[in-house]
């Protein structure tokens, strides 16, 4: 699941932003001169529409601001009012723990990487790889490609 989440302010809905005419955008973007037209006064607004295209290129890693958005926990600050800007870090990345781990936790993983891949779902059984490899076990990658390249 991919959560999307866009929200503005009472002041940004007051302003406007100036963008560049079409016509003079394509112009500089082939080499010509830009004809003389004045650039467009775009208001802001509550509505409109965005288009945005996903891809995996960075697999099950997530990478942004930490947050605590889809917790219990209530908001702080009334809704509409401005906030105090957030400083963007990126979230750190997991280590392996260094205990040892159950057998029977290790059988597990290979089991359900296995199930999953009969069942020809390969995001769930990366997110198990992934998972495994948290817990410090390397059997499951093993399990994951041994099964990936005998199909």
Same mark, same amino acid.
């Given at each position: +699941?991919?959560?999307? *989440?866009?929200?503005?302010?009472?002041?940004? *809905?007051?302003?406007? #932003?100036?963008?560049?005419?079409?016509?003079? #955008? +394509?112009?500089?973007?082939? =080499?010509?001169?830009?004809?003389?037209?004045?650039?467009? !006064?775009?208001?802001?607004? &509550?509505?409109? /529409?965005?288009?945005?295209?996903?891809? %995996?290129? $960075? =697999? #099950?890693?997530?990478?942004?601001?930490?947050?605590?958005?889809?917790?219990? !926990?209530?908001? @702080?600050?009334?809704?509409?009012?401005? @906030?105090?800007?957030?400083?963007?870090?990126?979230?750190?990345?997991?280590?392996?723990? %260094?205990?040892?781990?159950?057998?029977?936790? /290790?059988? +597990?993983?290979?089991?359900?990487?296995?199930?999953? *891949?009969?069942? $020809?779902?390969? %995001?769930?059984?990366? $997110?198990?790889? %992934? /998972?495994? !490899?948290? &817990?410090? &076990?390397?059997?499951?990658?093993?399990?994951?490609?041994?099964?990936?390249?005998?199909?």
């Amino acid at each position: +699941y991919i959560y999307l *989440l866009i929200y503005t302010t009472q002041q940004d *809905l007051a302003k406007t #932003t100036m963008v560049p005419h079409p016509a003079k #955008t +394509y112009a500089k973007g082939t =080499g010509h001169q830009p004809p003389a037209l004045n650039d467009i !006064e775009v208001k802001h607004s &509550l509505n409109g /529409e965005i288009q945005i295209n996903v891809t %995996n290129s $960075n =697999g #099950t890693r997530f990478i942004g601001i930490p947050t605590k958005v889809f917790t219990s !926990e209530k908001a @702080a600050q009334p809704v509409g009012q401005a @906030a105090a800007p957030v400083k963007a870090t990126a979230a750190p990345a997991p280590k392996a723990v %260094n205990t040892p781990v159950d057998q029977d936790t /290790e059988a +597990y993983f290979n089991q359900a990487v296995t199930k999953a *891949l009969k069942a $020809n779902d390969i %995001n769930k059984a990366m $997110n198990l790889v %992934n /998972e495994a !490899e948290k &817990l410090g &076990l390397t059997s499951p990658r093993q399990t994951f490609l041994k099964q990936v390249s005998s199909k």
